[in-house]
């Protein structure tokens, strides 16, 4: 611990374990972490505090799981649920303050685990500000300047490289506004001191009297553990920096550091917005290509007739391909102009050779006869096809077609093919071909080159090499090949995946290790003067919502008891669903299928049968558009939610063999539906 700050009378500051621990943990110095088990913890603590300060050794936490609680039975109740004369309480609690404190047990070598308050788990920290002379008197805050605090630091290896330091260091938490970074404290193995920036988390004040009546003040805070996925998140920083040094950057700001020039943001973009929904699009013919394929022995269906069912896959995936087409011509007319300018003139004169590799492979791109045969409807075509994959961005990206595009309330199909909200042409960057086989514009991807790693990403995915899908990998690495290094300030920011990725990618199998740290300063002391910092507590970690040791909070939800439909017509309808138009229509398509439609829409041949939903559109009602209003049972939702999950894990089982440790079921005898 860094020297004791003095205080106004000379005494110099010091935190020491809460003073009501003091006979039980010998010469403790730490602050303490203490465990309640009750949504009342504060009514339990203050309580304690008033009538036996001493039992609050019964709360110190200790390792624990659902399946071995701690005993709860030393866990005394003070809480004072029957008002007793003032002379009695007084009395018993003089009484109480007068026996000493018997000597808590160690703690199980186990880890410490802190839980989450969904698991019904509340943590205080607390420790007493004391003089540091001998008697260590009460230590008063003055207020003002004067604060106190405490710091929630993570345990992390030191620097990579540093020879024989393998032991884990201290990291301080800097939040500044939508970013949140762990700082290394020191650079030495002394971490008693406030980092720069750090976060100073509240502590106030909780009076008790000691044995000899005396008032005394035990600061306490509430451990953040529903916090945990946001200290996990944040990244990692293991340059140390001195709080003085922290204090003379803040008075005197050096130049803000440029950004890093990069093509990581644009890249980012492109594989979201693009290159992944059209790998999507492929594994979806290929899936079809699979179904198609599937011929039982005493199956009559030929090619011929299974034509009508691609034909109106290859329509529905016509839809997608023009709006990822739209989405591929917004990418090259903000990120690559000058390819974007050629497109529209259909010359690349003057582009740069990356460049204009990007133009000739658009401008080079067709799509097979056979997928053209595939687009017909009985022979006779339907719109014409795009000459090549840069006339096809050039035509979604005009103005009409796009508004068009924004505003279509249905698929495009053989009955919405006449829509004006459609484009003129044709132009499937997947689909199925006259002869039943996956085909489209991914196909032109061969003729590129395989990409680099470095060119893609830094830590690229691991995928099925026998993933056709995965081939559009090469078409992101042209583009990528195309774009300069600059700030990238002005681009969409990276999605959370990305910067979680990097963060994991940091730290490694880190299991999450904490310590508490409490702080006394004041803002008007000097370098000479640094902020007084307790000891750490203990190691421990924060569980996470699904920790398969975490206690299980009771949760009882009351189901209807009468179910007949007497009893169901009794409930009210109390929630209001407001629905627009074009989710009615989509809603009254959807009520036409059943369960079996479902199911049979995914089995082979001769179970097999396609759903057939209809044209769509909105609901309408005298001629016009309209939407609903649409008041439910919440008791019937709830019964039927609990149906689909039997059913659910029911099907599911053959996947995970979870079945076994789902639910168990106790007899209530008497309990009836009908009184």
Known sequence: MNAPLPSKTGHPVAWQAPRPLWSGLAGASAPAILR???????????????????????????????????????????????????????????????????????????????????????????????????????????GGAETVGFVIRRLLPGVAGEAGDTA???????????????????????????????????????????????????????????????????????????????QLATLHPAPPIAPTPSITARMTQFKMEVAEPWKGLVRAALLAQARLAEQHPDSTETAGTKRPRAL???????????????????????????????????????????????????NATTVSPLMIQ??????????????????????????????????????????????PVWPAKHFPLAGLNHNLIADGAYKAVSSLGAPGATELDSQPAIADPADAAESLDRLTALVVRALVARDESDARPLPFALKLRDVILQTGDDPGWFVIRFVHMNRDCGPLHP????????????????????PVRPIRISLPLDTSAAGLRKHGRGTAFVIS??????????????????????????????????????????????GMICSLSIPIITICALILLMIIVSLLDFIFRWMPWFVMCFPIPGLKGKK
């Open 36 to 142: 309640f088990a009750g949504d009342d913890f504060m009514d339990q603590m203050l309580a304690t505090l008033a009538n036996d300060p001493a039992r609050i050794g019964e709360r110190l936490a200790r390792p624990e799981t659902w399946r071995s609680p701690p005993s709860e039975t030393g866990e005394a109740d003070l809480v004072q649920r029957v008002p007793l004369p003032g002379l009695i309480a007084d009395a018993r609690r003089k009484r109480a303050l007068k026996v000493r404190a018997p000597a808590i047990a160690p703690r199980p070598p186990a880890p410490l685990k802190l839980y989450q308050p969904a698991h019904q788990r509340f943590y205080l920290v607390g420790a007493s500000l004391v003089c540091a002379i001998p008697g260590l008197p009460e230590r008063t805050i003055a």
């Open 374 to 419: 595939g687009m017909l409807n009985a022979g006779a075509e339907i719109k014409p096809m795009a000459g090549s994959l840069r006339e096809a961005l050039k035509m979604v990206a005009q103005t009409a077609t796009r508004d068009g595009l924004e505003a279509a309330e249905t698929l495009y199909s053989v009955d919405t093919k006449a829509q």
């Open 168 to 246: 884990l260091r201290e990291f301080a938490y800097l939040k500044g506004g939508e970013t949140a970074t762990w700082r290394r404290v020191s650079s030495g193995t002394n971490a008693a001191s406030l980092a720069p920036g750090e976060e100073l988390l509240p502590l106030f004040p909780m009076a008790h009297q000691d044995e000899a009546l005396r008032r005394r003040t035990l600061w306490s805070g509430l451990v953040p553990v529903g916090r945990r996925e946001d200290y996990l998140s944040a990244g990692v920083n293991r340059t140390p920096q001195p709080l003085a040094e922290g």
């Open 312 to 362: 109106a896959l290859n329509l529905g995936w016509q839809t997608q391909s023009w709006l990822i087409l739209l989405d591929f011509a917004d990418w090259l007319a903000a990120h690559l102009p000058e390819v974007w300018a050629a497109v529209g003139s259909g010359s690349p004169a003057g582009l740069p050779p990356k460049p204009l590799a990007v133009f000739n492979w658009l």
């Open 531 to 550: 902020p007084t910092v307790s000891a750490p507590t203990e190691r421990f970690q924060l569980a996470s919502f699904f920790d398969p040791d975490a």
């Open 581 to 626: 138009d074009m989710l009615c229509g989509q809603i009254q398509r959807a009520k036409g299928m059943g369960l079996v439609d479902l199911v049979r829409s995914v089995l082979p041949w001769p179970l097999h049968k396609a759903l057939e939903v209809g044209e769509g559109g909105p609901c309408k009602g005298g001629g016009i558009n309209i």
